[in-house]
């Protein structure tokens, strides 16, 4: 079973930034996605960001271009999420995940479903 763990998340103004770290027990799955989401309170979780195993793919909600890069180390079983110039409305707990089987063309990066393993979460709150 592999394991996920986030680390990274704190208090911060806007305008701030913050790097999320996400860091696997064990490589998921050869040619795997890795994506992060988050949720915000009272709201559904949602689609942050997301990359393959060699990077070629990497995709982003709208709300986040251009303001979080999403980036891994493959050799530390580590995926990243730089996050710059944050606004209130990225508060939220952000969540790691992994596919658990090779991506696809088929597969949906966006869908937290594609997603086998689920970190715990880690709080990021944008204060004014």
């Known amino acids: 079973q592999v394991q996920l763990v986030e680390s990274g998340g704190g208090l911060v103004q806007t305008g701030g930034s913050l790097r999320l770290s996400c860091a696997a027990s064990?490589?998921?799955?050869?040619?795997?996605?890795m994506g992060w989401f988050r949720q915000a309170p009272g709201k559904e979780r949602e689609f942050v960001a997301a990359?393959?195993?060699?990077?070629?793919?990497?995709y982003y909600v709208d709300s986040v271009k251009g303001r979080f890069t999403i980036s891994r180390d493959n050799a530390k079983n580590t995926v990243y999420l730089q996050m710059n110039n944050l606004k209130l409305e990225d508060t939220a707990v952000y969540y790691c995940?992994?596919?658990?089987?090779?991506?696809?063309?088929?597969?949906?990066?966006?869908?937290?479903?594609?997603?086998?393993?689920w970190g715990q979460g880690t709080q990021v709150t944008v204060s004014s």
């Open positions: 990359i393959t195993w060699s990077a070629a793919n990497i």
């Open positions: 064990e490589r998921p799955y050869s040619n795997n996605a």
């Open positions: 995940a992994a596919s658990g089987s090779a991506v696809t063309p088929r597969f949906k990066f966006n869908v937290e479903g594609e997603y086998r393993y």
